[in-house]
T-cell receptor, first 112, second 113 residues
Framework: AQSVAQPEDQVNVAEGNPLTVKCTYSVSGNPYLFWYVQYPNRGLQFLLKYITGDNLVKGSYGFEAEFNKSQTSFHLKKPSALVSDSALYFCAVNQAGTALIFGKGTTLSVSS | DADVTQTPRNRITKTGKRIMLECSQTKGHDRMYWYRQDPGLGLRLIYYSFDVKDINKGEISDGYSVSRQAQAKFSLSLESAIPNQTALYFC????????????FGPGTRLTVL
C-alpha cells in the first residue's frame, strides 16, 4: 500500500533563513507527489507536484521540492523563509491508485 | 467566485441527528472527493467519485454515505452523527488522470455534541 510520512510535526525557522519540510513516501511503482499548504481557517492550496522528468520541481510562492528516488523522498524547500510562509504543509502521493494519500502535516513557524 | 464551495461552513448538531454536507464545483471536473481532517492525523479519504455514476469508499467510509447528484455536486451524509465525527470536512475536485492536482473547498467545521 502507498503511504506518506512527514517525520516532523513542526519546523521552526527564522525569517530569511532557508527552510526544509521533509517528506518520504512508499509506493510500489513510480509516484506522483504533491505538496499542499493550509493557512488558518482555509482549505488546502496546491503548491507543486512531481510527475516525471527533472528532479527539482518549482512551484508557487518561491517553493521548490527535490525528488530523490533512491531515498524515496520529496522534501519541500525555500531559500529564504518569510513570516507569511507560516502554515500547515501536507505532502501527498498518488501512484495510479484511487485518490491522494496525505501525510499528517508539518506546521511551519517562521519567526521575525 | 470560488471554484469549489461547501455548505454549511459551520454546523453544530446533536448525537443521532442526520446531517448533510454539500459541495459544488464550477471547474468542470469529473472527479470529486470527500476528506476529513483531524489534528495530527492529516486528511483521510471518506469517499470519492470519478464520474456521476461512480462512487467508491475511501479509507474511513463507515458511518458516512454520499450522493453524486450531478457532475458539479457531491454531498456527504452522516446518517446518525456521533461525537467522534466532529472534524473539519473538505470537498475536493480534480481532472482526469492521477497526475492532476486536487482543488479544495474552504471546509465545513462539524461539531457533534
Amino acid at each position: 500500500a502507498q503511504s506518506v510520512a512527514q517525520p516532523e510535526d513542526q519546523v521552526n525557522v527564522a525569517e530569511g533563513n532557508p527552510l526544509t519540510v521533509k517528506c518520504t513516501y512508499s509506493v510500489s511503482g513510480n509516484p506522483y507527489l504533491f505538496w499542499y499548504v493550509q493557512y488558518p481557517n482555509r482549505g488546502l492550496q496546491f503548491l507543486l507536484k512531481y510527475i516525471t522528468g527533472d528532479n527539482l520541481v518549482k512551484g508557487s510562492y518561491g517553493f521548490e521540492a527535490e525528488f530523490n528516488k533512491s531515498q524515496t523522498s520529496f522534501h519541500l524547500k525555500k531559500p529564504s523563509a518569510l513570516v507569511s510562509d507560516s502554515a500547515l504543509y501536507f505532502c501527498a502521493v498518488n501512484q495510479a491508485g484511487t485518490a491522494l494519500i496525505f501525510g499528517k502535516g508539518t506546521t511551519l513557524s517562521v519567526s521575525s | 467566485d470560488a471554484d469549489v464551495t461547501q455548505t454549511p461552513r459551520n454546523r453544530i448538531t446533536k448525537t443521532g441527528k442526520r446531517i448533510m454536507l454539500e459541495c459544488s464545483q464550477t471547474k468542470g471536473h469529473d472527479r470529486m472527493y470527500w476528506y476529513r481532517q483531524d489534528p495530527g492525523l492529516g486528511l483521510r479519504l471518506i469517499y470519492y467519485s470519478f464520474d456521476v455514476k461512480d462512487i467508491n469508499k475511501g479509507e474511513i467510509s463507515d458511518g458516512y454515505s454520499v450522493s453524486r447528484q450531478a457532475q458539479a455536486k457531491f454531498s456527504l451524509s452522516l446518517e446518525s452523527a456521533i461525537p467522534n465525527q466532529t472534524a473539519l470536512y473538505f470537498c475536493a475536485t480534480s481532472g482526469q488522470g492521477f497526475y492532476n492536482e486536487q482543488f479544495f473547498g474552504p471546509g465545513t467545521r462539524l461539531t457533534v455534541l
